[in-house]
């Protein structure tokens, strides 16, 4: 046992709350509860100051002192007060918990493998573990809904990088949430790389655990300010696809993406993204199953009523198709149906995923198979091409001018598909038939018979083309004329022999 902590609150487990006051009485024996809670306004800052700093050097000590009353109960006080704290304060508060979240990582680097469990010990990092993370996640929750509000209500300028260095040097002071966030996405990211999960029972890391980290990085992606930022944005994407292939996520990842969509707008793409990493980078392909399989589901009717829902579910869809197109393959035939399916858009989706997959991995498959599949995408769509919807049939030209531009169209089915769309010229919708005309020119300048239309050029091909024709039927002639003499010249041969023979008969009648 560690020194300064009893048999008795090694033991206890910690059993994460769904509300903050749930710690405050002990629900179920034998779990850890918190025993004196301060009130943050009954304190001066120099006092709340000096609180952050004596626990501070308690955690400094060990990181495992957070499962001490002495050491979580000043902190959770704090938390829970947190938007009530000075700018100071705040600070101090969340220094203190990142570097205790840093004394833990290094301390289960450490101790990991010889933790067995069932052990007092194992309980005792699984309790500083969950107790850090969610002290973490309440503070997080706290400022990014704050952060959100400030967005959406206040119209304020963009700050730059260059911007909050600045303003940082100006007040080293004050509470920058930007960098705050950064940290705490870094802090989660080095914790679940560790492999925590071998701290619980059958390596089963429970499901509150992983909603304290999930519920927070779906937050920040909500905040469009964060999304813009490339850095943290893929900070989170990286939290994300650690939980989803070491901690089970892969449900509560299609979940969160399905509800996500249709209220945030500026997710369509960068979801599409998120999902694309589980694949490119992870080699999972289940939430982009389950994604699909979810939006096949929906009802036609009340895709084609909400068309906000449905333009991002649309998005998203057209942009997963580019980012991981043999996986979407794969899965393709839960979309099918949405074809069939009020909605302009989601046929428009469907439809742009097919053309992603044919010229990213059917123009290379020779299989036969994969020639079948060719085939089927594009007699779809071909016939969208006479769809009731002037946006699909438009949408349908433009796929059909992309396919043409990636060489990704058989040369056998060219002709056809040049007369379907030249029918388009008559198009009673003035925006169809522009895209047919340009989808023409696309045609034309992308031939695969020669890539210029001079007139001079054709005709000096088509002289050489009938020369060689010409020469072709001379040397016909030739053989024809020598295989014409070859019967006569035997003809004649047969005949000398039969006139020897009946000289040499009477020759011999004579002597006879």
């Not at 696809?241 to 960068?270: C, D, M, R, W």
């Not at 018979?449 to 039927?473: I, R, W």
């Amino acid at each position: 046992a560690r020194a300064g902590r009893t048999t008795q609150e090694m033991e206890q487990e910690f059993v994460i709350p769904s509300e903050k006051d749930d710690l405050l009485c002990e629900s179920t024996p034998g779990c850890f509860c918190v025993q004196e809670e301060t009130d943050p306004s009954s304190l001066s800052s120099f006092n709340l100051k000096s609180l952050v700093e004596d626990t501070a050097k308690l955690l400094q000590a060990d990181p495992y002192n957070i499962t001490q009353n002495k050491a979580f109960d000043p902190l959770y006080s704090l938390v829970k007060n947190f938007v009530d704290l000075s700018e100071d304060v705040k600070a101090a508060v969340w220094e203190t918990l990142l570097a205790e979240m840093s004394g833990l990582c290094r301390a289960l680097k450490t101790d990991l493998d010889s933790l067995q469990a069932g052990t007092s010990e194992c309980t005792a990092a699984r309790n500083a573990v969950k107790m850090a993370t969610l002290l973490v996640n309440w503070v997080c929750m706290t400022e990014e809904a704050d952060a959100v509000k400030a967005t959406k209500h206040l119209a304020e300028p963009t700050v730059t990088k260059k911007g909050k260095k600045a303003a940082a040097k100006a007040d080293a002071k004050a509470w920058d949430w930007d960098q705050g966030r950064e940290r705490a996405v870094l802090r989660l990211n080095e914790l679940l790389q560790l492999d925590v999960q071998r701290l619980w029972p059958m390596s089963c890391t429970e499901e509150p655990f992983v909603n304290l980290v999930t519920r927070a990085a779906y937050l920040f992606l909500e905040n469009p300010a964060v999304v813009k930022d490339k850095t943290t944005k893929e900070d989170i994407f990286q939290l994300l696809g650690v939980l989803v292939q070491k901690y089970n996520h892969a449900l509560g990842a299609t979940t969160s993406i399905i509800h996500l969509l249709p209220h945030f707008e500026h997710l369509a793409v960068p979801m599409a993204h998120l999902v694309g990493t589980f694949v490119t980078e992870r080699n999972d392909t289940r939430v982009v199953a389950e994604v699909m399989r979810e939006i096949g589901r929906m009802d036609a009717h009340d895709l084609a009523r909400d068309s906000t829902g449905t333009k991002s579910y649309a998005a998203f869809m057209a942009e997963l198709g580019e980012q991981a197109p043999q996986a979407v393959l794969t899965n393709i035939s839960n979309l099918l149906s949405q074809l069939d399916g009020e909605a302009y858009m989601m046929r428009n989706a469907v439809l742009s995923v097919m053309c992603s997959i044919l010229c990213k991995v059917l123009v290379k498959d020779k299989t036969e198979q994969g020639i079948s599949t060719r085939d089927q995408f594009l007699e779809i769509l071909e016939s969208r091409l006479h769809d009731t919807s002037a946006f699909v049939r438009n949408r349908t030209l433009q796929l059909w001018q992309e396919l043409m531009e990636q060489r990704a169209i058989p040369l056998a089915r060219l002709g056809d598909v040049m007369q379907l769309i030249s029918q388009r010229l008559e198009d009673k919708s003035s925006i169809v038939r522009k895209h047919a005309l340009q989808t023409i020119v696309a045609f034309l300048k992308c031939n695969p018979y020669g890539d210029t239309l001079k007139l001079s050029v054709f005709k000096a091909k088509l002289d050489a083309a009938k020369a060689e024709l010409k020469a072709m039927g001379a040397s016909e002639e030739e053989n024809e004329e020598e295989e014409g003499k070859k019967p006569a010249e035997q003809a004649d041969e047969q005949a000398k022999k039969g006139e020897k023979a009946e000289t040499e008969a009477e020759e011999q009648q004579e002597e006879e």
